[in-house]
């Protein structure tokens, strides 16, 4: 007589053959062989898990600290080293607009598949780390960190009266930025507003007459790209006496991905 039970069980191991082939299908179709150009990029996959697919990355790439020191440096964010990526054989290169060259950006495009991001507001950011989760298959995580993200920026109390300041990134010359930035956008969760915002170029140069014109109520001198120190902030209270001068970590400002989990707490210790 046939058994019955032997049929059900084996109903079952095909229905697991099954669904194995299903995830084998949908796995493979992640990519394997990342390399990040971009190091806010870097660092939101590190912390998506994506620890073993991440092949290369750029020399700024500092984020995680205890995890980029083993992975491949292809060069820096431009002037990278064509011969490294070949040997990587990445089936995936995210890059950023801004961030890296346009030309080598192109011509990696002719090669590799390159997922070239634009990012100029706090929204952009948020749609980046969801189309990365679905991009690399960890939505699940990515989900996770957009809560978190979104959760720890309720808690910021914005003032109906936002303290004016000028955001420096540069010297000789001075440049700041305007409203077509993502440090804009920070700044105005962070409960600021640009005195510079209606500039006509993204990252106009500036100068000491223009910032007194203008009296904004803080100016902000960022660690990156250019580092301002303590010298440089004596330096601006000679010649603005009556203004308030913060240095301020750039990196809050200016990058995007899973690094803007930690900015909210420090927004909070500037106001």
Same mark, same amino acid.
């Given at each position: 007589?046939?058994? %019955?039970?032997? /049929? ?8 697991? +053959? !099954?669904?194995?082939?299903? /995830? ?10 990342? +390399?990040?150009?971009?190091?806010? *990029? $870097? ?6 898990? !994506?620890? @073993? ?8 790439? *500092?984020?995680?600290? %205890? ?9 820096? $964010? ?25 030309? =080598? ?22 749609? !980046? &780390? ?27 109390? *914005? ?17 700041? +930025? ?8 920070? /700044?105005?969760?962070?409960?600021? =507003? ?5 500039? /006509?170029?993204?990252?106009?140069? &500036?100068?000491? @007459? ?62």
């Amino acid at each position: 007589m046939f058994n %019955n039970n032997i /049929l059900f069980n084996f109903d079952i191991i095909n229905t697991l +053959i !099954l669904d194995n082939i299903n /995830l084998m299908e949908e796995t493979a179709k992640y990519p394997k062989r990342i +390399i990040s150009l971009v190091p806010s *990029i $870097t660092e939101l996959l590190f912390d998506l898990g !994506l620890d @073993e697919q991440i092949k290369g990355i750029t020399k700024y790439c *500092i984020h995680p600290k %205890n995890k980029v020191q083993n992975k491949t440096i292809i060069g820096g $964010t431009e002037n990278i080293d064509f011969n490294i990526i070949d040997t990587v054989n990445p089936n995936l290169i995210f890059a950023n607009k801004e961030e890296n060259s346009k030309e =080598e950006v192109q011509k990696l495009s002719e090669k590799y598949k390159c997922n070239v991001s634009d990012i100029k507001s706090f929204n952009d950011a948020i749609e !980046l &780390i969801f189309d990365i989760g679905q991009i690399t298959g960890t939505q699940e995580n990515a989900n996770s960190l957009i809560k978190q993200i979104v959760e720890k920026f309720k808690t910021l109390n *914005i003032c109906l009266f936002p303290k004016t300041v000028a955001y420096i990134i540069w010297k000789d010359p001075f440049m700041t +930025i305007n409203t077509d930035t993502f440090i804009n956008d920070m /700044l105005i969760k962070a409960g600021f =507003e640009n005195i510079f915002k209606n500039k /006509l170029k993204r990252y106009p140069i &500036i100068d000491i @007459e223009e910032i007194k014109s203008c009296s904004p109520d803080i100016i902000f001198l960022s660690s990156e790209p250019y580092h301002f120190k303590e010298t440089n902030k004596k330096e601006f209270e000679k010649m603005l006496p009556n203004t308030q001068i913060k240095l301020v970590d750039g990196e809050m400002f200016s990058w995007y991905g899973s690094h803007i989990l930690k900015a909210a707490d420090y927004f909070k210790q500037l106001c």
